[in-house]
Structure formats: structure tokens, C-alpha cells
């Protein structure tokens, strides 16, 4: 009988399948993710109202309309990342606690339904998956530098720099347009990369565990 086989994308349906603790908010969760494309949206939108559409009543309120869901983007990203309450040092301390117990029991399955796959098979997966982190280490510094430490700021400051000096209607250069355009693109790939990391990271402890 021909032993079952263990594929990484196995893998990632049993880690996407494992429950998440009540209290323990997502890194991005889904409505700061929401949120944070509706705000790209809605600025992508209004600049390319105001330089492609003629100066008219209409492009004001369809530039107006774009900045409106911009700024209603970032308010639904920074509430959705604002604690459900404040924060003390004990609280945080006995939360964390916590999750560690209802994560624990959940890790330890998953290790043990990798160990009912063949050694050889899982002990190939972990020498590849070490040398994709590996990798992928080495060239996310290029892309995100400290990025994965600072979360919503860069959002805010470029918030900041688009208002700070803004008249209306505004005028902005189609160089200012694909600036903005790229700020808000590099931060949405950044994030990308940083949850593909923490990914593998993951696929390499479990598979490590797995082998011990």
C-alpha cells in the first residue's frame, strides 16, 4: 500500500483550519485589510477624477466621493486595530497566557498528524522550506525594511502628506499620482510578504517539531 503523501498545501488547509482564540486579534484582520484597500481605493479614484475628468461641478463630487471612502478606509482600519479595551499590563500578561492554552492543545495535534506521514517525506519539506524562509529573510529587508514593526504608520504619514498642503480642488502632478499610487501599493505588497513569511516560519517549526 502506498504510503500518504504530505504536499505543503496539506499543510496550509489543516494551519488555516485551526481555530483562532476569541480574544486574540489578527495582525491585519479581515476589516483592517477591508479597510485599508477601501482608503487605495477611493484615493486612486479621486486622483484620477480630478485629472482626467473636465474641471467641472461633476468631477468635484466624484473627487469629493473618493476622498470620502479614502478617509471612512482608514477610519475602519484604525478602529478595527484599537483594543476592545485599554490595556494593563496584568490584563495583557493573563490574555496572552491564555491564548497560549488554547493554542497549545491545537499545536500538538497538528504535529502529531504530521508524524503520521513517512519521515523521509516530511524531513524533504523541512530542508526546502528552511531554504525558502531562508531566502525569503534575505530579500524582504529589500522590500519592507522595518515595516512589519511600524503597521499602520506609513498609512497615517502619507494621509498627513496628502492633506497637510491641500487646496481644493486639488491639482496634484501625474508624478505626485503615481507616487501615491506606489506608496499605496508597496505598503499593500509589503504586507503581503510579511504574512507569506510568517507563514513559513511556521511550516518550519511545525515540520522541525515533527522530526524532533
Known amino acids: ?13 489543516r494551519v488555516d483550519a485551526l481555530p483562532e482564540f476569541p480574544e486574540g ?3 491585519f484582520s479581515k476589516k483592517a485589510k477591508w479597510g485599508y484597500a477601501l482608503a487605495a481605493a477611493g484615493a486612486l479614484f479621486a486622483l484620477l477624477c480630478i485629472k482626467l475628468l473636465p474641471n467641472n461641478i461633476h468631477t468635484v463630487i466624484l473627487s ?14 484604525a478602529i478595527s486595530q ?21 493554542d497549545l492543545p491545537h499545536h500538538l495535534a497538528l504535529i502529531d498528524w504530521l508524524r503520521t ?10 530542508e526546502f522550506i528552511s531554504y525558502r524562509h531562508a531566502r525569503m529573510k534575505e530579500k524582504l529587508p529589500m522590500l519592507t525594511g522595518g515595516i512589519e514593526k511600524l ?21 496634484p502632478s501625474w508624478m505626485e499620482v503615481f507616487l ?3 506608496l499605496v501599493l508597496g505598503y499593500w505588497l509589503s504586507v503581503l510578504q510579511i504574512s507569506v513569511r510568517l507563514r513559513l516560519q511556521l511550516y518550519e517549526t511545525l515540520l522541525g517539531k515533527s522530526l524532533a
Do not use: C
Open 25 to 27: 486579534p489578527a495582525i
Open 64 to 77: 469629493s466621493l473618493g476622498v470620502a471612502v479614502e478617509i471612512a478606509g482608514a477610519v475602519v482600519a
Open 180 to 182: 501615491i499610487f506606489a
Open 151 to 171: 503597521g499602520a504608520l506609513p498609512v497615517v504619514i502619507a494621509l498627513y502628506l496628502q492633506f497637510k498642503d491641500m487646496r481644493w480642488p486639488p491639482h
Open 117 to 126: 506521514f513517512p519521515p523521509d517525506q516530511r524531513k524533504m519539506l523541512s
Open 1 to 13: 500500500m502506498e504510503p500518504p503523501k504530505l504536499t505543503f498545501a496539506a499543510l496550509n488547509a
Open 82 to 102: 484599537v483594543p476592545r479595551r485599554w490595556p494593563t499590563f496584568a490584563s495583557g500578561r493573563r490574555e496572552f497566557a491564555e491564548q497560549l492554552d488554547f
